[in-house]
């Protein structure tokens, strides 16, 4: 009897360890999330309890190590199953061949703006999770003082009125931070210029041009060719400048420490070019090839990305849905305050967001040769062609 008891509790104990063994567990990683905990842990239990088969082990990854530790753990044979990332870096990936291609067809749900700017050589490697798309912040009291109507809706309109503001106001109309990373990069790209050997077209020395004669006015700040988004902002708050471009999520810096500006805050949509689209930015997911669990990993993406967790994240933050069926909620179509309203204007903003310029491996490169450019062009240092020709010939 003894032994037939031992004998039966050891299948017991192995079937135990069988069931473990072969559950799959997917490795997830995440870039700094760990503040939203409760909402990431509930998804993977309700994922967990309708997928029996299947554990989820999730990562939060600092956002300053999220590169530099991918690209060490896509190059080994047992990376995560699911990574999150930015287009930019794992464009670099799937240039490097590192990345899973993902069926289209899986991405139905999203946003085909959103999906057509993701494409690689035509094809898909990532999987889109939300998005930002900058509004256009304005001071009501500073716009009306100028005896301007309406607020710009593009970078010429905003250059026509510049001079009135300034006389008017004493304020400027805008600093636009051209030297800050891809600010000037993004500018060209709304004016049809994409590739950096463009850069000397006829197109692009006009808008160089633009903004060498704005400086050279005075009608932007002379601290235009140094000063970052968050020094802009300062300016905003302290009544310097009357238009200012970011995420909804400044609103908030500007009401906790400049609350007499709130008030005569007001939003619209941002600066366009000649082709109309707008600026955005999305962070993605990416599953490498050589995952062990893609299939699966793949499917807790895409629950991960649906209607109702894109939604529950929205309303917990500033970002924007890139589900198609959360972008159409009546939580994106509301104007009745300021908040909701700069959320349904970037809402709005990412179904017209293409072309946008593919990224390239050397881009901060690019990116540095242009401010460059850009800072020689206003200070004067040589004619603007001159300047472009040798910048379109960097490349």
Request: proline fraction near 4%; aromatic fraction near 10%.
């Amino acid at each position: 009897m003894k032994k037939f008891i031992l004998i039966i509790m050891s299948v017991i104990l192995l079937t135990g360890c069988q069931t473990k063994d072969y559950k799959k567990e997917i490795s997830f990683w995440t870039l700094q999330m760990g503040n939203f905990a409760p909402y990431i842990n509930e998804i993977i239990d309700k994922y967990e309890t309708s997928h029996d088969d299947v554990k989820i082990k999730w990562v939060d990854v600092p956002f300053s190590e999220g590169e530099k530790r991918t690209l060490a753990a896509v190059m080994t044979d047992s990376p995560p199953d699911l990574i999150n990332l930015n287009p930019d870096f794992s464009a670099i990936l799937a240039q490097k061949g590192t990345l899973e291609e993902i069926p289209q067809e899986k991405l139905s749900t999203f946003t085909p703006e959103v999906v057509r700017a993701m494409a690689y050589n035509g094809k898909i490697y990532s999987i889109p999770w939300y998005a930002t798309s900058a509004i256009t912040i304005y001071n009501k009291d500073l716009l009306k003082k100028s005896g301007i109507n309406k607020v710009p809706k593009t970078y010429d309109d905003l250059f026509e009125i510049s001079a009135q503001i300034k006389s008017k106001t004493g304020a400027y109309s805008y600093l636009p931070t051209i030297t800050e990373n891809d600010t000037m990069v993004k500018i060209l790209n709304k004016y049809g210029i994409y590739e950096p050997e463009n850069y000397n077209s006829d197109a692009s020395v006009r808008i160089f041009e633009k903004f060498k004669t704005m400086y050279k006015k005075d009608l932007i700040p002379q601290e235009t060719i140094t000063m970052t988004h968050r020094e802009a902002l300062e300016q905003y708050m302290a009544e310097k400048i009357v238009f200012y471009q970011g995420g909804a999520n400044f609103l908030n810096m500007i009401k906790e420490n400049a609350p007499k500006i709130y008030e005569q805050t007001d939003v619209a949509e941002q600066f366009k070019g000649t082709v109309g689209q707008n600026d955005f930015s999305v962070m993605n997911f990416v599953i490498p090839v050589k995952a062990k669990y893609k299939d699966e990993a793949l499917d807790f993406c895409l629950f991960l990305t649906n209607e109702e967790n894109q939604l529950k994240l929205a309303k917990m933050t500033n970002v924007i849905s890139t589900n198609k069926n959360a972008l159409n909620n009546p939580f994106y179509n509301d104007y009745s305050n300021i908040t909701a309203k700069s959320r349904s204007i970037s809402a709005k903003q990412i179904n017209n967001i293409y072309p946008q310029m593919k990224q390239r491996r050397n881009q901060k490169e690019i990116n540095m040769l242009v401010n460059t450019a850009v800072q020689s062009i206003l200070l004067d240092k040589a004619p603007t062609e001159k300047v472009l020709e040798k910048l379109a010939h960097s490349f």
